[in-house]
């Protein structure tokens, strides 16, 4: 048996549980953790709180990815196996999330379910087609990258007392709409998360954001 052979098996044989313990796949759940939190203050109508779930889930996100690139000894599995729980985490996070905001804000009126399925939708695509096609020129994405959604939602939801819910509730549509637009467009845009530079600027973001929301919550 070649060295490759035994090296596969071993790989084959590793117990589910221990993908866990590696460090990126950490960061991936820690990240959907945020996400469950985000969605039960969703749920409750305490978007404050929803929000800061919501931006922290983005920070695991962008971690997990730099730690993979940094990580040394990380076998063929443990890529694979990470990737795949990054996408499936992505459309709960960037998928399911902003829809179920978009209906929570509108107090579940069917008016707003084409929307939520347009923004899931959109998501879903749009991970599929990066799965399968990558970066394009191996720096770039086609269509905007989904977890913009919820930094631009995030962002979007500091000018909620400026309006009556009645009104941010069609500001919110529109702005769901036209991010799911985006994310099936054939813009280009780049990868944000490969930058350090960018990373530690999404981590005061995400500071900011949190001591925001966290202020409004007193």
């Known amino acids: 048996m070649t060295p490759k052979k035994i090296k596969s098996e071993i790989e084959q044989n590793k117990i589910i549980i221990s993908?866990?313990?590696?460090?990126?796949?950490i960061c991936s759940l820690a990240?959907?953790?945020?996400?469950?939190?985000?969605?039960?203050?969703?749920?409750?109508?305490?978007?404050?709180?929803?929000?800061?779930?919501?931006?922290?889930?983005?920070?695991?996100?962008?971690a997990d990815g730099l730690s993979a690139r940094r990580m040394k000894g990380r076998t063929g599995s443990d890529g694979r196996f990470g990737g795949q729980l990054d996408v499936l985490i992505d459309i709960v996070s960037y998928g399911v999330t902003p829809a179920l905001l978009l209906l929570s804000y509108g107090e579940f009126d069917p008016v707003f379910l084409p929307g939520a399925f347009l923004m899931l939708a959109a998501g879903a695509i749009r991970l599929s087609y990066f799965s399968t096609f990558g970066l394009a020129g191996g720096s770039k994405y086609?269509?905007?990258?989904?977890?913009?959604?919820?930094?631009?939602?995030?962002?979007?939801?500091?000018?909620e007392g400026l309006f009556s819910p009645e009104v941010f509730a069609v500001i919110l549509y529109a702005a769901g709409l036209g991010l799911a637009a985006l994310n099936v467009s054939q813009i280009s845009t780049p990868k944000l998360s490969g930058k350090p530079i960018n990373v530690v600027l999404l981590a005061a973001y995400t500071l900011a954001i949190t001591?925001?929301?966290?202020?409004?919550l007193l």
């Open 211 to 216: 001591a925001i929301y966290g202020w409004i």
């Open 19 to 25: 993908y866990a313990w590696d460090l990126p796949n």
């Open 31 to 62: 990240g959907l953790l945020c996400t469950v939190i985000a969605i039960y203050f969703i749920v409750l109508g305490l978007f404050p709180a929803a929000m800061i779930g919501m931006i922290w889930a983005v920070a695991f996100d962008w």
């Open 142 to 159: 086609t269509g905007l990258a989904i977890d913009n959604n919820s930094i631009a939602l995030v962002f979007l939801f500091l000018f």
